[in-house]
C-alpha cells in the first residue's frame, strides 16, 4: 500500500452486480496506490460502505419505485436512473468540487476525475461544465462493447423470420455472433435501446479515457486495435480486477459460507459449479430440466439459484420432494456462493454458466472449463469466445434439457473431449496470469493508467 498521494477520485458505479464489482475493485487497486476514494452511488443496489471504511460514501435518491427496482428490463431501469439520478448527481459533485475550507482535511488533496461506467450517459456533459475529466469503465469484453453499437442498424434484419439454413451464418458487423444469437439479443430488446446506444457511443469518445477489466491485449487483440481507432482516447485494459482483491466484499447478497466446506470433501477436479448470475431468470420447467440433467449425469455439484430466479416461484419448491432427495446425494443447492473461491477450489471441475462478463473472466483466471448458456446481451458472444475461439468450453445451444445438460457435463468432467478443453484452459489461465505479473501487458495498462490519473 502506497501513502497518500494527496490525489482524490470520485467514482460512481452503475447499480448492478456485474458493473458494482468491477468499479469497487478498480476503487481499492486505486486506493492501494495512493488515492482517496469517494462513491457517489444510489439508494438501489447500494454497496455495503461497512466493507470499505477507508472509502467515503455519498448516496444519492435515484427515485425508483419498487416495482421499478424489481423490473427484469435491465436496459429500462438503466434509461430511468439516466433520467432520475441528474440533478442529485449534479448536486453532491459540484458541493465536492467546492473549495474546501482549510481547517478542514480535504483541503489538502486535490479532486483528480471521475470514473463511472460507460452507461451513465448523463455525467459526461455534467463533467466537462466543471472542467472534471471522465474516466469511463466498461464491463464488457471490447468485442461486445464495439459491436454492439451495430444493433441499430441490425435491428430490421430481426424483423423477418430467421431461415433454418441462415441461423449459423456469420454477423458481420458484430463478430463473432451468428444470425441467431442476433436474433435472441435483440428479442424484447425496444427501440429505446438505440438512442442509449447513441449516446454512449458519443459520450465515450468525448470521455479521457476508456477503461477495460479484461486481459484484452491477450484475449481479444484485434478489437482492442480497433476500439483505439474508433474511439481515439486512452484506452486502458487493466485485467480482471479480482485477481487483485475479490469481490465478496462487494456481493449484494450474502454468499453462503459452507459452499467451501463442502466443497473440501469432494475429489479434485470432481464437481461442476452452476451459476447463471446476478440478473438471468429461468421458467419453472428450466429449472426441472436442470435439476434432471444434473441428477442423471451422477457428478457432484454445486448448484446456485437465486431468490427471484425462477420466474413465478419463491425458490426451487417446483422440484418435487423425491427428486431433491436424490439430488442431495451428490450435489448443493445455494441461493448465493462466494463465487471467485468457489471457482479457486481444487474440487471444481467445469462451470455451467450464463457467461456473464465477469464470471467468464474469473472462470478464465482460475483456469475453470465452461458449459456455456447464455441468457441475454453479451454473454452471447462471450459465449462464443469461450467455445469458438479460445475453445475452453462447450455451447449448449439454448437447449436448456436435461439430456444435453448431462451430456456435456459428462463430456466435460470424464470425456478425453474435455480433457483437451482442460489442457487449452490451463494455456489460457496461463496467458492471462502473464498479463497480470510485472511487465504484463495489463499490469503496464495498469501502471498507464495511474500515472494518467496523476496527470489530470
Ligand atoms: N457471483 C457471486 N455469487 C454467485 C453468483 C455470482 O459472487 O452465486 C458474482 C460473480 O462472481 C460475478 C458477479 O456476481 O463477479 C456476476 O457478474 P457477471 O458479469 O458474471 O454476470 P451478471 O450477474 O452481471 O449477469
Not at 457467461?355 to 458472444?381: H, K, R, Y
Amino acid at each position: 500500500m502506497e501513502k497518500s498521494n494527496g490525489l482524490r477520485v470520485i467514482m460512481f458505479p452503475l447499480p448492478l452486480q456485474g458493473c458494482l464489482n468491477p468499479m469497487i475493485q478498480l476503487a481499492k487497486i486505486l486506493h492501494s496506490r495512493g488515492f482517496s476514494i469517494t462513491v457517489i452511488h444510489t439508494r438501489f443496489n447500494a454497496p455495503k460502505a461497512s466493507s470499505h471504511p477507508l472509502f467515503t460514501f455519498l448516496e444519492i435518491p435515484d427515485g425508483l419505485s419498487e416495482a421499478e427496482e424489481k423490473n427484469p428490463d435491465v436496459n429500462l431501469t438503466i434509461t430511468l436512473l439516466n433520467q432520475r439520478c441528474v440533478s442529485p448527481f449534479r448536486d453532491t459533485l459540484t458541493k465536492l468540487l467546492q473549495p474546501a475550507d482549510s481547517e478542514t482535511e480535504g483541503a489538502k488533496e486535490r479532486i483528480t476525475c471521475l470514473i463511472d461506467d460507460t452507461q451513465w450517459i448523463f455525467t459526461q456533459s455534467l463533467a466537462k461544465s466543471l472542467n472534471l475529466p471522465r474516466l469511463v469503465v466498461s464491463a464488457s469484453n471490447v468485442s461486445f462493447f464495439l459491436g454492439h453499437f451495430s444493433i441499430p442498424q441490425l435491428r430490421p434484419l430481426t424483423y423477418l423470420p430467421l431461415q433454418d439454413s441462415e441461423k449459423d451464418d456469420p454477423v458481420e458487423e458484430f463478430p463473432p455472433l451468428r444470425k441467431k444469437d442476433i436474433y435472441r439479443l435483440l428479442d424484447g430488446e425496444s427501440e429505446t435501446l438505440d438512442a442509449l446506444l447513441n449516446l454512449i457511443y458519443k459520450t465515450t469518445k468525448a470521455s479521457s479515457g476508456l477503461i477495460f477489466v479484461s486481459c484484452s491485449e491477450e484475449l481479444d487483440h484485434d478489437a482492442l486495435i480497433q476500439a483505439r481507432q474508433d474511439f481515439q482516447v486512452p484506452i486502458f485494459a487493466i485485467g480482471p480486477s479480482h485477481n487483485r482483491f475479490t469481490a465478496s466484499s462487494t456481493s449484494l447478497l450474502a454468499p453462503d459460507e459452507t459452499c467451501i466446506p463442502w466443497l473440501d470433501k469432494q475429489e479434485d477436479k470432481s464437481v461442476i459449479y452452476v451459476s447463471f448470475g446476478s440478473v438471468a431468470t429461468i421458467k419453472e420447467s428450466e429449472l426441472l430440466e436442470v435439476a434432471w440433467g444434473l441428477r442423471n449425469s451422477e457428478q457432484p455439484f454445486l448448484w446456485v439459484v437465486r431468490v427471484g430466479a425462477v420466474v413465478g416461484a419463491e425458490w426451487i419448491e417446483a422440484i418435487p420432494e423425491e427428486l431433491m432427495e436424490r439430488l442431495k446425494e451428490k450435489g448443493k443447492v445455494v441461493k448465493w456462493a462466494p463465487q471467485q473461491d468457489v471457482l479457486k477450489h481444487r474440487a471444481i471441475g467445469g462451470y455451467l454458466s450464463h457467461n456473464g462478463w465477469n464470471s467468464t473472466a474469473e472462470s478464465i483466471s482460475e483456469g475453470v472449463p465452461m458449459i456455456c448458456l447464455p441468457f441475454v446481451w453479451d454473454q452471447m458472444l462471450n459465449a462464443r469466445f469461450v467455445c469458438e475461439k479460445w475453445m475452453v468450453g462447450l455451447h449448449l445451444e439454448n437447449r436448456i434439457e436435461r439430456n444435453e445438460i448431462d451430456r456435456a457435463i459428462r463430456c466435460l468432467l470424464l470425456e478425453a473431449e474435455g480433457e483437451a478443453i482442460r489442457e487449452r484452459m490451463k494455456l489460457l489461465k496461463e496467458k492471462v496470469g502473464a498479463s497480470l505479473e510485472e511487465n504484463g501487458s495489463a499490469y503496464r495498462s495498469l501502471e498507464d493508467l495511474v500515472d494518467q490519473i496523476k496527470s489530470f
